[in-house]
């Protein structure tokens, strides 16, 4: 059970609307007004509560589980304990999403201009907006209907924010067009100065290229606490609808993201290079300046990207190459030590 200190839950729900909501079949019962208090984990759920099994290596403590119902695969059906409901459906943890928003739904905006916001007067703020204290909206900026700017935050002349766009405590956000029911958390940094230098030696040293370019922003972008995307030099930074960044990530000038994409934390993509739709992008993996990642493609973390990417492929390693090749190597190599031990 969440903490009701910092969560509020809704329901109780019965099984036929969890359900619908989940998207799956009823399974174990004929009774589909049983209802449901909350949703919990697989190894601590009661009787009371909804889980889900996504991944098999949970699959042992699925068939030991108190839980009175779970979402799950329909390959995980016969495995189930004696007396669980299920609700069956071939992406269970995309059920259990919406099921756990149906508990916990997002609060209510509170319309609310701070008086002591500091807003420019030539500044557009929509309907429905909250403005909270210390916020910072500059000259000429437009914040759509029932965006949130909290507290601390600085909004610079000419930014744009689309609707239903939630822009935490202590943001910034500068030269930047960004769309509809974005998601930027505490610390993030939108459209500072690129990393522009043109190296000289002594004495001039090196010389700063003005960064000229913008921060473009799809709808429904969500962008992880203290990530920080640079401005373009002369093109634009751009971020496609629907892509997902998460914390402490670097996103050069100049780089284009497509739509759909995920961004684990500790990402570095250096300048100028183009992500396509749908890729993900593991933890800590680096990327080296004007390269291209191809549709589809999936790094894993800690790889070292330095050439281009084609569609689909799947990396693992510095340099990084093919996951299977990968693996094979590091089987020979184990296999190779263990000789010479042995010898």
């Known amino acids: 059970m ?42 601590s759920a009661g009787k009371g509560d909804i889980s889900f099994l996504d991944n098999k290596k949970y ?29 069956v459906t071939d992406k269970p943890y995309q059920a259990y999403a919406r ?125 992880g606490a203290n990530t920080t995307i640079d401005r373009g030099a002369g093109p634009d930074t751009i971020i496609g609808d ?3 960044i998460d914390n402490l990530v670097q996103i050069g000038h100049n780089v284009e993201i497509g739509m759909g994409c995920f961004v684990a934390g500790l990402v570095g993509i250096s300048g100028s290079t183009k992500v396509g739709n749908f890729v993900m992008l593991g933890g800590q993996s680096g990327f080296a300046g004007h390269i291209s990642i191809g549709d589809g493609a999936q790094i894993a973390a800690q790889s070292g990207i330095m050439r281009d990417v084609e569609p689909g492929a799947r990396l693992v390693g510095t340099p990084a190459i093919p996951h299977r090749e990968f693996f094979r190597q590091v089987a020979a190599l ?4 263990k000789s010479k031990k042995e010898s």
């Open 99 to 223: 099921v756990a928003q149906a508990f916990y739904p997002a609060q209510a905006l509170e319309e609310k201009i701070s008086k002591n916001a500091n807003i420019d007067k030539t500044a557009t703020i929509g309907n429905g907006c909250r403005v909270e204290d210390g916020a910072y909206v500059g000259a000429g900026a437009v914040i759509g209907n029932g965006t949130s700017i909290g507290h601390g935050s600085y909004v610079g002349p000419g930014v744009k924010l689309g609707e239903g766009c939630m822009v935490a405590t202590g943001v910034t956000v500068q030269y930047a067009f960004i769309g509809n029911g974005c998601i930027l958390h505490p610390g993030v940094r939108i459209g500072q100065d690129g990393f522009g230098f043109a190296p000289g030696g002594p004495p001039e040293g090196h010389i700063k290229v003005p960064q000229l370019g913008r921060v473009i922003i799809g709808d429904m972008v969500e962008i």
């Open 242 to 244: 629907g892509t997902k």
């Open 2 to 43: 969440a903490d009701p200190v910092f969560f509020n839950r809704a329901g109780p729900f019965p099984l036929h609307e969890l359900a619908v909501i989940a998207e799956a079949e009823i399974h174990g019962t004929d009774d589909k007004s049983i209802t449901f208090e909350d949703v919990a984990a697989i190894n």
């Open 59 to 87: 699959i042992e403590a699925f068939t030991k589980s108190n839980a009175g119902a779970c979402i799950v695969h329909p390959d995980y059906v016969s495995r189930a304990p004696d007396g669980m409901v299920l609700l």
């Open 334 to 337: 184990s296999k190779l030590i």
